[in-house]
């Protein structure tokens, strides 16, 4: 991609609402851009990662067996009274009439629909157990949207949802997705505990939420010796201040045991041969656009962002030095061309202090600097984010550079 | 992927009086797509495979040409769009949430325009060209299959030009866009051209007819009557953000619209596909490029054949279909591939497992007896071109 062309606006000036680093970098670094108060439109830069996050959990769920589907957005209101959810929701949802008067929701979340889905498709034919999950956007109308990506009014989440014969199946399925979240969350960078939770407005048995570490956390944790994470009330913390370190962190999965809660309302069953009984369920989320702040805020420096290798919407930048200098140009130009869409080039006429001040911004991993100081002795310098500076010769600038990658996996 | 762990596979009946079926009611018979309400389509697995490939295919082809990809919100306000006026030619087919503080998005050019006026100062920005895949809304009256819906998914896409000539430059890049996609997903369209070349559409034939037909006869000449829209484009000369000019004078930029509808894409392809036996999907989208049959599941030594032949087929690629159903004859199985244009079948039975071969039957007709060497076997399908 050309920086040039790219409709890549970064930003000098710290956005007056962001109070976190990991809302800042979203902004200036033109990952997203608030379209209006709580809406996010996410740019070229982050829709590529967003890809790149897809598919590490798509590949994961998969693995377990998990199918992927795609419900509609717009629900209709008599799925949420028969669950008894239509009032509880309340004001966080958004509601909306179709032409003949009958009520819609835009889903807040999938349980509803996800139980009548299987009830009409696999109730009767299936053998149990059965996990679905889906990427899409929901919507939750909050009061006092903040934080960039992170509180929104309507966001990307991927959602599971696992359908058993009894607890014990669920039991497995659990652990299933739950391992399934514990790989992705390593892979795409981020640090994460899970901490047992309340259920809340879901329902259900119990419920287990992944904080992660950032400073744009509202709620307090510690980590017990065992590794395993606590979650504190405000009117613990003074307790604990002393012995442990207590960190703040936010909410990214969210993983919960609903037990019968669903299918016994809306009339669910399984028959495993001996016995009839509602489905045992589970329902698993994760925040996905609410990851890429969370990964910024993970993985940072005073310059920017440094995007981990699984996620970094290019692997290579091309920093030119005199744009206008043919010879540049041309040479950019032939290394771009060759590099592929693994490259974002940087053909603008800006002074080369802007443009490394956008590189370290954007923070994409490697970086390729072409300049007539370097053309004059026939090299590229070649920097890693953060790292040491190389030079590689021009003349079989291809193979080597490829050598180096190599080396690096 | 295994059918014993699918939903709606595992009962898969090939459609009574499958070949007059008409296309968008197959769509629910064969288990791609259901619809929990009139107008909005829940995508079932293999249904869900298609539009994963589809957009695939289009984002591809759009990346290549330069496009960028962006994520904008599904809701917006209303004003944006009631401002350029054209709210009213929507017919009243806006969503509006019950504050009336949004619309669901029926179509994003106005936000598109509003965001780049604030990041595009000067020529050398030009030309700017994007592109979303993301669900539309419109309240229409009579909603039918997934070709129209009320919720559906679109790749619509924009480009913000400096002057006519780079406008015209956009669209012939879009249409090279449109012919990369169609050649891969092998749908055929008849190009239409309106208002002096502004308004471009791509119609395929579509028995089920479409709504619009009778409005505008005139417009379909070459397709007969009833037809479908499946990608479309238009030019505005006018209507983008200002910018500074090379001379530094401030210029209006030019706008270009356009789309594909990815549901009507999967519907054309299907449409076009079809033949006495099933779907031939092209290479592009096939949701299964392989199959795996086990006469007897509860053999073991036929079991274990299938299980590796499966893993083997799995690692490399092949996009395999594991047929491990125990209540289905051997004539259903091989239905069931054929159903799904599947190019081979690798069928395992008592005779096979005992001498650690397989039979491969390809849809074309061909059959024969291979050893189960898995370089030997992997060598055969990369000459198809399975994997």
């Not at chain 2, 604030?118 to 979303?132: A, D, M, N, T, W």
């Not at chain 2, 069931?336 to 096979?352: C, S, T, W």
Request: aromatic content about 10%.
């Amino acid at each position: 991609m050309k920086f040039s062309k790219g409709f890549i606006y970064t930003r000098r000036e710290n956005p007056k609402d962001a109070k976190s680093i990991g809302h800042n970098l979203t902004v200036r670094a033109g990952i997203a851009h608030q379209i209006c108060a709580g809406h996010y439109g996410l740019l070229p830069l982050g829709t590529l990662v967003l890809r790149k996050i897809e598919n590490i959990v798509r590949q994961e769920m998969n693995n377990i067996g998990a199918m992927e589907v795609i419900l509609p957005i717009m629900q209709s209101s008599s799925l949420w009274q028969e669950s008894g959810r239509w009032d509880i929701y309340g004001e966080e949802m958004f509601k909306l009439t179709d032409r003949q008067k009958r009520e819609f929701c835009l889903g807040p979340t999938h349980e509803e629909m996800m139980v009548q889905f299987v009830k009409d498709h696999a109730q009767k034919t299936k053998k149990f157990p059965i996990i679905l999950y889906q990427f899409g956007t929901k919507f939750r109308d909050e009061k006092r949207p903040r934080g960039g990506l992170l509180r929104t009014r309507e966001f990307i989440m991927k959602d599971a949802y696992s359908f058993d014969y009894n607890q014990e199946g669920l039991d497995e399925s659990y652990q299933k997705v739950r391992g399934a979240y514990l790989r992705i969350l390593s892979r795409i960078g981020v640090c994460a505990f899970p901490i047992p939770a309340t259920t809340g407005e879901m329902g259900g048995r119990s419920s287990e939420e992944f904080l992660a570490p950032s400073s744009a956390g509202e709620d307090h944790f510690i980590v017990l010796e065992n590794g395993i994470g606590k979650k504190l009330e405000d009117t613990e913390c003074a307790k604990y201040a002393s012995s442990h370190t207590i960190q703040t962190g936010i909410e990214i999965c969210h993983c919960f045991k609903l037990g019968t809660r669903y299918s016994e309302k809306m009339g669910l069953f399984t028959n495993n041969g001996k016995e009839i009984s509602p489905a045992e369920m589970g329902c698993y989320g994760i925040g996905i656009s609410r990851l890429l702040p969370i990964i910024i805020e993970q993985n940072h420096d005073d310059k920017g962002i440094i995007w981990p290798r699984s996620v970094a919407p290019f692997e290579t930048t091309i920093v030119t030095i005199q744009q206008d200098n043919p010879m540049v140009s041309e040479t950019a130009e032939r290394i771009y061309t060759q590099l592929g869409e693994v490259a974002l080039y940087d053909d603008r006429y800006e002074s080369p202090g802007v443009k490394f001040r956008d590189a370290d911004l954007i923070g994409i991993p490697d970086r390729l600097i072409i300049g007539l100081r370097g053309l004059d002795k026939s090299i590229i310098e070649y920097e890693r984010r953060g790292g040491k500076k190389e030079e590689i010769p021009l003349d079989n600038f291809m193979e080597i550079y490829q050598k180096i990658k190599e080396v690096e996996k | 992927m295994r059918i014993s762990h699918q939903l709606f596979l595992d009962k898969f009946k090939v459609p009574e009086k499958w070949t007059s079926l008409q296309t968008y009611k197959l769509f629910e018979e064969i288990g791609l797509v259901t619809f929990p309400r009139a107008g909005f389509p829940l995508f079932l697995p293999v249904g869900q495979i298609l539009v994963n490939n589809v957009n695939q295919v289009i984002r591809e082809a759009a990346y290549e040409a330069g496009f960028s990809e962006l994520y904008l919100p599904l809701v917006q306000t209303p004003n944006l769009i009631e401002e350029t006026g054209r709210a009213e030619q929507f017919n009243q087919e806006f969503f509006y949430t019950h504050n009336n503080k949004f619309i669901l998005a029926p179509t994003n050019e106005e936000v598109f325009i509003d965001l780049a006026s604030k990041g595009i100062k000067s020529y050398r920005q030009l030309p700017v060209r994007v592109f979303q895949i993301a669900d539309k809304f419109r309240n229409i009256k009579k909603p039918k299959g997934i070709f129209r819906s009320k919720e559906f998914l679109m790749c619509d896409m924009i480009s913000i030009d400096a002057d006519k000539n780079m406008l015209y430059d956009s669209a012939s890049i879009f249409e090279k866009i449109v012919d990369e996609a169609f050649r891969k997903l092998e749908i055929k369209a008849v190009r239409v051209t309106k208002h002096d070349g502004h308004y471009i559409e791509y119609l395929v034939e579509c028995p089920e007819g479409d709504i619009c037909v009778s409005r505008n006869p005139d417009r379909y000449d070459h397709l007969g009557k009833h037809s479908s829209s499946v990608a479309m484009y238009f030019l505005f000369e006018q209507g983008g953000p200002h910018f500074k000019g090379p001379d530094g004078t401030e210029k209006k930029s030019y706008v270009g619209t356009y789309g594909f509808g990815i549901q009507r894409c999967i519907h054309a392809v299907i449409e076009q596909h079809r033949d006495e036996r099933g779907i031939v999907f092209p290479d592009s989208i096939r949701p299964f490029n392989s199959s795996v049959i086990v006469l007897d599941k509860n053999d073991p030594e036929q079991n274990n054949l299938a299980e590796k032949c499966y893993d083997l087929l799995l690692k490399a690629g092949a996009k395999p279909l594991f047929d491990d159903r125990a209540d289905k004859t051997l004539k259903e199985k091989l239905n069931l591939a054929d159903f799904y244009g599947i190019p081979v079948k690798m069928v395992i039975g008592k005779r096979e497992a005992c001498a650690l071969t397989m039979t491969m039957k390809w849809r074309n007709g061909k059959t024969e007896e291979v050893p189960f060497v898995p370089n030997v076997l992997l060598d055969i399908l990369k000459a198809y071109k399975i994997y």
